[in-house]
């Protein structure tokens, strides 16, 4: 399984972030949750949310009222949008597949990140 972050990397402040992750090489509505995990820079991995093989969405609390994350199967494709941006939302976004609910450890079903700036 790959998996690939899309989308742009400068966003102005106010603005909602759009991300997309596009998964080869195995399907998203079979097994596994579907996951977004973000890193400021000089902090660690954040938790964001999670889209299961069922369609349920699971978010971080602290980013619950800001954070939607969808998908299109038949595209094999999930998608993070974060609204209201601020420069603090500045990070390398990663999306990845996991056993759990929740991941904050990388393994071998991650995206590379791609960086998002917040910036006007």
């Known amino acids: 399984v790959q998996l690939q972050e899309s989308g742009p990397g400068l966003v102005k402040p106010s603005q909602t972030l759009s991300l997309t992750c596009t998964v080869s090489g195995g399907s998203i509505t079979t097994n596994y949750y579907w996951t977004w995990i973000r890193q400021p820079p000089g902090k660690g991995l954040e938790w964001m949310g999670t889209i299961a093989y069922s369609g349920n969405t699971y978010y971080n609390p602290s980013l619950k009222s800001r954070t939607s994350i969808s998908r299109d199967t038949s595209k094999n494709q999930f998608t993070l949008q974060l609204s209201s941006v601020t420069p603090e939302d500045t990070a390398v976004y990663y999306c990845?597949?996991?056993?759990?609910?929740?991941?904050?450890?990388?393994?071998?079903?991650w995206g590379q990140g791609t960086q998002v700036t917040v910036s006007s």
């Open positions: 990845a597949r996991s056993e759990t609910r929740v991941t904050v450890t990388k393994g071998p079903y």
